[in-house]
């Protein structure tokens, strides 16, 4: 069973829809991050966090520490926005080695 | 350039055949990790570094695989004797490093494809 696990696998929208994708994980980390990997193939990294609530735009991160579990929200998608968003935490005290989930692909329709 | 960095971006090699590949992180980052990624799947680590030390090689699969960051920036990832199922993208990254935990910057790639 892999350490992170994301749902949903596959996300369908349509343009102006509120997205949600969750990532839940089975052991303790110091950090959690959320990627973005393009169609192209190109990963950025949207968020890093350890607490609470990020927000970056249109994009929320939120992470509750107690339930192991951390979201990442879309507000009023676009199609631009479709992509595959991974999530990937560093265990315990860790600071180097990344476990990452299998991602979510999301597709937005104008 | 500004970004991190990685060549050859394609390669293509015929099974048996040892294959290096490059990652020139943001200048002035610290770590640097080396990750794996299958057609589909979401990326593996295989090593890290800070400066020159290697840090946590433990992802690495097998023996055949091995990497080196000798004077703490640029870094070769090795794979010999290259088999099929080591076709794959390889992806470096960089970060600031040190005692927090930072973001990691992600290079474009090197998409390996062993006949």
């Known amino acids: 069973k892999n350490e992170v696990e994301q749902s949903p696998q596959n996300l369908t929208a349509q343009e102006g829809e509120f997205i949600t994708i969750n990532c839940s994980y089975s052991v303790g980390i110091s950090a959690l991050h959320w990627l973005q990997q393009h169609p192209g193939g190109g990963i950025v990294s949207l968020f890093m966090l350890s607490s609470g609530k990020k927000k970056h735009g249109r994009l929320i991160a939120t992470i509750n520490i107690q339930e192991k579990h951390s979201s990442l929200h879309i507000t009023a998608s676009h199609p631009r926005d479709s992509a595959v968003y991974i999530c990937?935490?560093?265990?315990?005290?860790?600071?180097?080695?990344?476990?990452f989930g299998r991602g979510t692909q999301l597709t937005v329709w104008p | 350039g500004a970004g991190v960095s990685q060549s050859p971006r394609y390669k293509v090699t015929k099974r048996g055949q040892d294959v290096a590949l490059r990652c020139d992180p943001i200048s002035g980052h610290v770590s640097l990790y080396w990750y794996r990624q299958a057609l589909g799947q979401g990326p593996e680590f295989l090593t890290y570094?800070?400066?020159?030390?290697?840090?946590?090689k433990s992802g690495l699969p097998n023996d055949r695989f091995s990497a080196e960051r000798p004077e703490g920036s640029i870094s070769t990832l090795t794979i010999q004797r290259t088999e099929q199922r080591d076709s794959a993208m390889y992806r470096c990254?960089?970060?600031?490093?040190?005692?927090?935990?930072?973001?990691?910057?992600f290079g474009p790639g090197t998409r390996l494809t062993v006949l």
């Open positions: 570094f800070n400066y020159e030390a290697q840090q946590d």
């Open positions: 990254a960089s970060s600031f490093g040190g005692l927090a935990v930072n973001e990691q910057f």
């Open positions: 990937a935490v560093h265990r315990g005290s860790t600071l180097g080695r990344l476990y």
